[in-house]
């Protein structure tokens, strides 16, 4: 189980570590199996868990969308708890593979899905000279001055990462439309 703040690599970690054991990783956004009928979400978790049997790498991004505490009494509460339920029973039953979870919020998993997972790994927020160190790699590989970007005490890799892209395409863009070439077309 991966955990911490958002845009701060938790998913990227995932499929790499897949890619570096030879593995293919599907990244799983599980806000995208949770459907609105009754038990198609538990049946969607349960063709996922198909590609672990084969020895695959799943990344079930955000995990918390359909791993929160079960409780409740009302109908949306018993789907919520049926669809944990069939993930604890798959995540029982696997046998191969390598599953990966991502979330914002272990606060909010259901106990019994943190028990599941063998380790669990802080991703914390970067500290300012981690994110100056991504920041001039950045700048360098895009060939930018590394004053173009501001970086900032609590930024997220994400943030730097795209801050840094959106320089470089505005320069870019400006190159373009400053060549001759561009104009003579």
Same mark, same amino acid.
């Given at each position: 189980?991966?955990?911490?703040?958002?845009g701060?690599g938790?998913?990227s970690c995932?499929?790499?570590? /897949?890619?570096?054991?030879? &593995?293919?990783?599907y =990244?799983?956004? *599980?806000?995208?199996?949770?459907q609105s009928?009754? @038990?198609s979400?538990?049946?969607?978790?349960t063709?996922l868990?198909?590609?672990?049997?084969a020895?695959?790498?799943?990344?079930?991004?955000?995990?918390?969308a359909?791993?929160?505490?079960?409780g409740?009494?009302? /109908?949306a509460d018993?789907e &919520?708890?049926?669809? =944990?339920n069939v *993930?604890?029973?798959?995540?029982d039953?696997c046998? @191969?593979?390598?599953l990966?979870?991502?979330t914002?919020r272990?606060?909010?998993?259901?106990p019994?899905?943190?028990?599941?997972?063998d380790?669990?790994?802080?991703?914390?927020?970067?500290?300012?000279?981690q994110?100056?160190?991504l920041?001039n &790699?950045?700048?360098?590989?895009f060939? *930018?001055?590394?004053d173009?970007?501001e970086?900032a005490?609590g930024?997220?890799?994400?943030?730097?990462?795209?801050a840094?892209?959106?320089?470089?395409?505005a320069?870019?863009?400006a190159q373009l439309?400053?060549?001759?070439q561009?104009?003579?077309s």
């Amino acid at each position: 189980l991966f955990t911490g703040p958002p845009g701060n690599g938790k998913t990227s970690c995932a499929a790499a570590l /897949a890619t570096s054991l030879g &593995r293919t990783a599907y =990244v799983v956004s *599980l806000s995208a199996l949770v459907q609105s009928y009754m @038990g198609s979400t538990g049946a969607n978790l349960t063709k996922l868990f198909k590609l672990l049997h084969a020895g695959h790498c799943v990344v079930l991004d955000e995990v918390d969308a359909v791993g929160g505490q079960r409780g409740g009494h009302d /109908a949306a509460d018993r789907e &919520r708890a049926l669809t =944990v339920n069939v *993930l604890l029973t798959e995540l029982d039953a696997c046998q @191969g593979g390598l599953l990966i979870a991502t979330t914002n919020r272990p606060d909010i998993l259901d106990p019994a899905l943190l028990r599941r997972f063998d380790e669990r790994f802080e991703f914390p927020q970067p500290t300012i000279e981690q994110l100056w160190t991504l920041h001039n &790699r950045l700048c360098d590989g895009f060939g *930018l001055k590394r004053d173009r970007v501001e970086v900032a005490e609590g930024m997220s890799f994400d943030a730097i990462t795209k801050a840094v892209k959106r320089v470089a395409r505005a320069e870019l863009v400006a190159q373009l439309e400053a060549s001759p070439q561009l104009e003579a077309s």
